[in-house]
């Protein structure tokens, strides 16, 4: 009879681990699990150049904020680390719009360097700017200050981009007609870019702020900028 009863404790014990197991298995699992979602930036761009905006020294490179729109698509995992702590990861496409303040730049790739200058033809000029379009990825620490989505988070962390294209668009009015100019070139334009993004974020939108560490252009080709966006994260 004891020894029975010992069968059945043992049997009872072993059931019991296994459920412990089981639990612990379920706990780990949800604690670094993995989720994702496709995400849209929508904000605006400029840049600064030693630490100024060029609109300060009146240049024609001057970028007009509305209307330079930085667009963006990304897929994104979202791997929790702790109770508080996420990374958010992935890649997609972005692009760089910059308007420029004055409608009649125009951006010309010279032999060796890179020309703006002003249009003097005739026409009624409505818009001119200059896009670059990049692939990217990311890798964003995120700290949640209630360990749910639906709380305030902060994080920030690097991305990098290579660049898959670019063009130069002025539009004007030609007696009334609307003609539209694209050339497609790289400008010079850095193939590679680098730099910091943070986000601030409540429920199921970021506030986000890139800054490229590195210049937009090849150096000794063009002025000197580097770029910035900021905008919502949705």
Known sequence: ???????????????????????????????RGTKHSFNFDFGLNNYISNG?????????????????WNLALNSI????????AFLEWGGGVSM????????????????SELIFSEDIR??????????????????????????NKKSFRIGIG??????????SKIVYKDNGDRRVERNRDNFYLNNFRYGVRM????????????????????????PELNALSFGITF
């Not at 760089?96 to 032999?111: A, C, L, W």
């Not at 026409?123 to 995120?142: C, E």
């Open 52 to 68: 100024k905006f060029p609109d300060q020294d009146n240049s024609l490179y001057t970028v007009q904020p509305w209307g330079s």
């Open 199 to 222: 986000q601030v974020g409540f429920h199921d939108t970021d506030l986000f702020f890139a800054y490229d560490l590195n210049n937009l252009f090849a150096k000794g080709k063009g």
């Open 122 to 147: 005739d026409f009624d000029f409505r818009r001119s700017k200059l896009t670059a379009v990049y692939l990217n990825v990311s890798m964003i620490p995120m700290l949640n200050f209630a360990g």
């Open 1 to 31: 009879v004891n020894t029975q009863k010992l069968i059945v404790k043992e049997e009872e014990d072993n059931e019991n681990d296994d459920h412990r197991d089981e639990r612990t298995i379920r706990h780990v699992s949800h604690g």
């Open 77 to 84: 995992q979202r791997t929790r680390l702790g109770q508080k």
């Open 96 to 111: 760089y719009n910059f308007k420029f303040q004055n409608d009649r730049t125009n951006v010309i790739k010279g032999s």
């Open 158 to 167: 690097p991305y990098a981009g290579y660049r898959i294209g670019g063009y």
